[in-house]
């Protein structure tokens, strides 16, 4: 097993995450098994508990981790599947030493960083080793993103970590890439590579000399600043590779260190003989994103809509979903407090499709219900992720069925219908982190409904993160309405799909199928949904 590890320097947001997925792509189309790892230094034991302004989105994996957005970078751009020991936090860290300490683990001795919190994290490390090695299919290469910026105080025993890592490892098995930044000045009219220069500087202190130096930048490297940057931070000039700022996809990022030779830089350092990567059709995926025959407009309506790292899955898969129909996405990003506030018309009208997605609160709840009712009365393709799917609910309930004190108990308590109500096992919940319905779940399809035909097998298997569910105790009453239960859990309990009777195209599920969706395989539910949308734009 070799280990690439990745350390980011000057700011954050340099794009550690999309660098180390993209390696990891570049290395399975050289024929290798990859295993990729996100070891984020906050305290919160995991990002489940943080506000999307705070952190992003939470990813949920399939063992129902909630972790870091990057492990989403993780698994669209590879075929790893991860699981909760891909990401570690130094709230896990602490955790577990403090448990060992309590339990008397260390026989009475000072429990320090240095060596206990670093052992904890070395022994996590090997853990993903130990894990992908043991599979069906062995991994060859792990690649462990460390989070934040070099000269972080949360950081400092990460680094220490895996310099000790590093060393223990031996030459050869191991490779640090550091991704920084080189700012052009435009008073000064230049580049500049002080900043990379501090950054590795501070590396060194610990003992960190990295390899491969990843230059995020505006503009292109010439030779000067390569030769500057290879002298001032001790890497050979060929491993100073360009990460220049992506034109139109974050999918063109590999093609970008292709190009740069960074795969091959990576190989030889490690000493791995493979074949060269044949990247056509991650080239003809690129191709039909970029230069699409056709454009769609589509409205996502939610209360995160000014952070573009809120609904990253979301967005990711329904570029997936338009580069299947050879079509690029207009995205209108509404915000559903606007739209409560001035009406659905206003910011709906001539959309070719509407889009709820998932969330918490109370906030801009009545917007996301306006927009599912104008999705079912201008009879315009609808999906709704989550909360998306309990918004459609309500509405439902309220407009169709006349039940005007249709709600959810999450919004109101005290609701008169409660149409969504808490699950009964949630009732007791006291403590909120990792205590909701996550991970995997599979769902039994109804016959002849909208949700068979766009996924064409009966049983499914989905991602969850949620408290609330359909109460089925009003069931009955709102499908003599027209409303259709197309999905339920395999003991009958739990609703996890609905559809409408007589709307071209009305889908909203319990479940998050954005966590499923890859470049050149997009999710059932957005592929038939962008069918949809085109269809209505015809």
């Known amino acids: 097993m070799k280990h690439i590890f990745v350390t980011g320097g000057v700011v954050s947001s340099l794009g550690k995450g999309l660098a180390a997925a993209s390696l990891g792509t570049l290395l399975e189309h050289r024929g290798l098994k990859v295993v990729l790892q996100k070891l984020d230094p906050y305290l919160n034991v995991d990002p489940g508990t943080m506000s999307p302004f705070q952190h992003g989105e939470v990813y949920v994996l399939s063992d129902g981790a909630e972790t870091d957005l990057d492990l989403g970078h993780y698994e669209r751009f590879t075929n790893c599947v991860l699981t909760r020991a891909n990401n570690v936090t130094s709230g896990q860290i602490y955790e577990t030493v403090l448990g060992k300490e309590r339990r008397g683990d260390y026989l009475g001795k000072t429990v320090q960083v240095i060596p206990h919190v670093t052992d904890e994290i070395k022994a996590r490390i090997r853990e993903i080793g130990t894990q992908a090695q043991a599979g069906p299919a062995s991994a060859d290469i792990c690649i462990t993103e460390i989070g934040g910026t070099t000269g972080d105080i949360e950081g400092l025993p990460f680094l220490e970590a895996i310099r000790q890592f590093i060393l223990e490892a031996g030459i050869g098995n191991t490779l640090l890439m550091h991704v920084t930044l080189v700012p052009f000045i435009k008073a000064a009219g230049e580049l500049k590579t002080k900043p990379t220069q501090q950054s590795v500087a501070k590396l ?116 997936h979903a338009g580069a299947a129909h050879d079509c690029g996405i207009d995205l209108v990003l509404v915000d559903a407090e606007d739209l409560e506030k001035e009406g659905a018309e206003k910011y709906l009208r001539g959309v070719a499709g509407v889009l709820v997605p998932g969330g918490f609160g109370d906030r801009g709840i009545e917007g996301k219900i306006d927009a599912a009712r104008f999705a079912r009365e201008s009879r315009t393709p609808f999906l709704g992720l989550c909360l998306g799917m309990q918004i459609a609910t309500i509405e439902f309930a309220r407009h169709v069925c006349g039940l005007e004190g249709a709600n959810s108990t999450e919004f109101d308590p005290e609701c008169k219908d409660p149409v969504i109500c808490i699950l009964e096992d949630q009732k ?111």
């Open 428 to 538: 007791d919940v006291t403590e909120k982190g990792a205590s909701m319905r996550l991970g995997t779940c599979p769902t039994v399809l109804g016959k002849n409904t909208l949700a068979h035909q766009v996924y064409g097998r009966p049983e499914i298997l989905e991602r969850h993160r949620h408290r609330y569910e359909f109460n089925q105790a009003y069931r009955e009453q709102m499908e003599r309405r027209g409303f259709v239960v197309s999905g339920l859990s395999p003991d009958g309990t739990l609703v996890e799909l609905i559809e409408l009777k007589n709307h071209p195209w009305f889908l909203a599920c319990q479940f998050h199928p954005e966590f499923q969706s890859k470049p050149n395989a997009p999710h059932p539910l957005f592929k038939g949904f962008l069918a949809a949308c085109l269809a209505h734009d015809s």
């Open 204 to 319: 060194r202190e610990i003992g960190l000399q990295p390899q491969v130096l990843i230059c995020r930048t505006e503009l292109p490297l010439n030779s000067e600043v390569r030769q500057k940057l290879s002298l001032f931070c001790n890497v050979p000039v060929e491993a100073v590779i360009e990460g220049r700022d992506v034109e139109n996809t974050i999918y063109e990022a590999p093609l970008m260190f292709q190009e740069e030779g960074l795969d091959t830089i990576v190989c030889r350092r490690l000493g791995l003989e493979t074949h060269e990567p044949d990247m056509t059709g991650w080239i003809r995926y690129v191709e039909r994103v970029v230069n699409p025959k056709k454009r769609v407009r589509v409205a996502v309506v939610g209360k995160y809509i000014e952070l573009q790292d809120a609904y990253k899955s979301i967005y990711e898969s329904l570029t």
